[in-house]
Structure formats: structure tokens, C-alpha cells
């Protein structure tokens, strides 16, 4: 008996590319992110490797979309590489989607302070920057009103508790988020204020930002400044803003977890005054 063979649905070459591209560019992406992490490459060119990955994942996309028209006119098989390659795709190409809807909406700027009338200076991390960063000194009056209008909860933090502990908790915050703390300089009464120069890393690509914190006495207590800024770059997409408001609620909260965690002073024992002894009765 003759043996049947059933011809295979011809699959779209289309969609066979789309899956190999989008591939590509997660790869691809991946790749850069794992690279400047590690230091390997430094901005431009870390950048540069990631757009590139995001333009392969742009082409994944039309190819998929163009896929999807020759499969439904012409019969083919390969709907599930189209689909595949759409969402690798779209997965790739939210999140830096998100960030140019932001570009619409916040001012070019990329140094961020809660006091622009006299910043925080750079002063240790000024020595260690690579000479194509942006400039360590603060843009001015004309950032200070974009940020005013764009950020005006970013402000400083004033607390009742002295200087001292108020540097010893942004300290804490700095080392628990393991920033690399480049200069603390603990303050001194009547001499100098509290001084900590950090470099944080940004979420993803893992770019390197510079926070500088200040601490002052202020009456009884003390006032904390922050400035974040980015090392590359005309626009920070809000990160910096973001920085320095969750940097500053974390000092709050670890102020108020020290002030927890002192012994309460124990009063003193009240004097007590000793008692007669009862007279014996006598039965008379």
C-alpha cells in the first residue's frame, strides 16, 4: 500500500525573519546592558549599541506586521513567529517609549538641587569625572526656574535632629543602596558642614550619576541638601528629581528609626519613705 505524504503548510519568510531579527535585537540588548554594567563601554558608546538594538527590534516589528498581511492574503503558515516576534518587539521598545512621551513633558535638564541658590559643590568626584562629562558647576538661575516649575516638591529636608545624626542617616541610606561613597566628611560644630560625594547607578543600563548631600545646622536641628546630576547627557528623563526625592524620604525615615531606637531614659526612683512598724498591742 502506497504511503501518503501530507505536503507541509509553506511558512512565511517574513515571519521567519521577523523572529530571527527581534531575537537579534533582545540579544543584542542584552548584550549592551551586561557590557556597560561591567564597565566595559562607557556612555556614548553604550548608547549607541543599545539604540542599535532598539532600531533591529523597530525592524522585527515591521517585519512582522508586513507578515501578518502576506499571511492573511496569501494562506502561509508562520502566525505564531509574527506574533512572537511582535511582542519581543514591543516588550523591547515600551520602556524607551515611555521615556520619549516624558521628553514632551519635562525641561532638558540633567542637574538636579533642593537648593539652587547655593548648591552642594563637587568637589572629590570633580576630580575623578572623565573630561567629556557635563560641567560640575550648577547651570544657574535659568535651570533653577525650569526645575522650580517642573519639580517644585524637591526641596529641602529640615529636620529637629542635630547634625550629626542627621549626617550619620543620609550615610546610612547611601551605604544601604550600595552607592560608591567617594568623600564623608562627618560635620563639626562651628567649623564645617556634613559633606558625603556618591556615584549611583541608573536602573538599567547601570549609567553613572553623581549625588553630592550637605548637611547644616539649622537652630536646634539641621538642614539636608541634595544634588544629583548626570554625568552624559542634556536630559535625565526625571531620574535625578526621583533620586533625590526618595534619597530624602529615606533620611526622614531612618532619622525617626534612630530616634526609635535610643533607650528611653529611665526616671528616677521615686524616694520612698519607711514605715512605722506597728506597735505591739498589750491586752490589758
Known amino acids: 500500500m502506497a504511503r501518503r505524504h501530507i505536503a507541509d503548510e509553506p511558512t512565511s519568510k517574513l515571519a521567519v525573519w521577523a523572529w530571527r531579527v527581534g531575537v537579534f535585537s533582545l540579544a543584542a540588548a542584552l548584550l549592551a546592558i551586561v557590557i556597560v554594567r561591567a564597565g566595559l563601554l ?18 522585527a516589528m515591521l517585519l512582522a506586521l508586513a507578515a501578518f498581511v502576506v499571511i492573511w ?4 503558515g508562520g502566525m505564531g513567529q509574527a506574533l512572537a516576534a511582535m511582542a519581543l518587539s514591543f516588550a523591547l521598545l515600551a520602556y524607551p517609549a515611555y521615556f520619549v512621551v516624558k ?6 535638564i540633567y542637574d538636579i538641587t533642593t537648593d ?5 559643590r563637587y568637589e572629590a568626584l570633580a576630580k575623578v569625572r572623565p573630561r567629556d562629562a557635563n560641567p560640575v558647576a550648577y547651570a544657574g538661575l535659568y535651570a533653577a526656574e525650569q526645575q522650580r516649575a517642573a519639580y517644585p516638591d524637591v526641596e529641602s529636608l529640615e529636620q529637629n535632629a542635630s547634625p550629626e545624626a542627621a549626617y550619620n542617616a543620609a550615610l546610612a541610606v547611601i551605604n544601604k543602596r550600595r552607592w560608591r561613597v567617594v568623600d564623608a566628611r562627618a560635620p563639626q560644630a562651628g567649623r564645617r558642614d556634613g559633606h558625603i560625594e556618591a556615584v549611583a547607578r541608573t536602573a538599567i543600563m547601570g549609567f553613572r550619576d553623581d549625588v553630592v548631600v550637605r548637611v547644616r545646622p539649622d537652630g536646634d536641628g539641621s538642614r539636608i541638601d541634595v544634588r544629583s546630576s548626570s554625568r552624559h547627557g542634556t536630559f535625565d528623563f526625571g531620574t535625578n528629581a526621583a533620586r533625590i526625592r526618595s534619597l530624602l524620604d529615606d533620611v526622614d525615615e531612618e532619622i525617626g528609626d534612630q530616634r526609635a531606637e535610643r533607650p528611653a531614659e529611665s526616671a528616677p526612683p521615686k524616694k520612698t519613705t519607711p514605715k512605722k512598724s506597728a506597735q505591739p498591742r498589750t491586752n490589758r
Open 42 to 59: 562607557e556612555f556614548r558608546p553604550g548608547l549607541a549599541t543599545f539604540g542599535g538594538a532598539l532600531a533591529f527590534a523597530v525592524l
Open 73 to 76: 492574503k496569501d494562506g502561509l
Open 103 to 108: 521628553a514632551y513633558q519635562l525641561p532638558w
Open 116 to 120: 539652587p541658590i547655593d548648591p552642594p
